[in-house]
Structure formats: C-alpha cells, structure tokens
Nanobody, 115 residues
Framework: QVHLVESGGGLVQPGGSLRLSCAASGSVDRINTMGWYRQAPGKQRELVAGITVAGSTAYADSVKGRFTISRDNAKNTLYLQMSSLKPEDTAVYYC?????????WGQGTQVTVSS
C-alpha cells in the first residue's frame, strides 16, 4: 500500500506562482511513474504533467512553458512548480503514482487563481 499526501495549494492572483508537493510513503516500487492531475468543477479529471523515475516528462498543452514537474527519488517526493497562473488553472490538483499492478491517488489540494 502507498500513501500520497499533497501540499502547497492555495489562493493566488493571476500571474502568480505556486509549488505543489506530494510525499509518497509505504510500498513504493522503484519502477513507477508519478503525475499531477486536476479536476475543475463540472469537468473531467485531466492529466497536467507526468514524470518517470528516470526523469522523462510529459505535459498537457495548456501548461507547457508555465508548469514544471520534478521528483526527488530519494525522498519519494513529487513537485509541480506552477508559474504564470491563470484563472482557468483553478482546480483540485491530485497526485498520482502508478507502479506495476497498482495505482494510487492523493486526497487532492485546491488551487484557486483569482484576483
């Protein structure tokens, strides 16, 4: 079993920045992919960015050039640096970990971009 805990969400003005963190604990396999998803009210959950244990990354077109995903494998921690935030980035952001045979989700952290 793996437990994921997100932190770092909050209220920020348009154009501002936030950094999300996700700490993984428990039976974390050394071969895994981690990622950030988000879900806005009335919309489906969507992938924001993903990263393999080797450091290969992928981003949604809507966040390319503004968000950066990274991870610290020694600490089993995932990060999402968000810059130039827009009101449309407002959503609950979820941490995800996928490893052979299992998928895990965090409880989510709210990000609100508003003036």
């Amino acid at each position: 079993q793996v437990h994921l805990v997100e932190s770092g969400g909050g209220l920020v003005q348009p154009g501002g920045s936030l950094r999300l963190s996700c700490a993984a604990s428990g039976s974390v396999d050394r071969i895994n992919t981690m990622g950030w998803y988000r879900q806005a009210p009335g919309k489906q959950r969507e992938l924001v960015a993903g990263i393999t244990v080797a450091g290969s990354t992928a981003y949604a077109d809507s966040v390319k050039g503004r968000f950066t995903i990274s991870r610290d494998n020694a600490k089993n921690t995932l990060y999402l640096q968000m810059s130039s935030l827009k009101p449309e980035d407002t959503a609950v952001y979820y941490c995800h970990l996928g490893q052979p045979g299992d998928d895990y989700w965090g409880q989510g952290t709210q990000v609100t971009v508003s003036s």
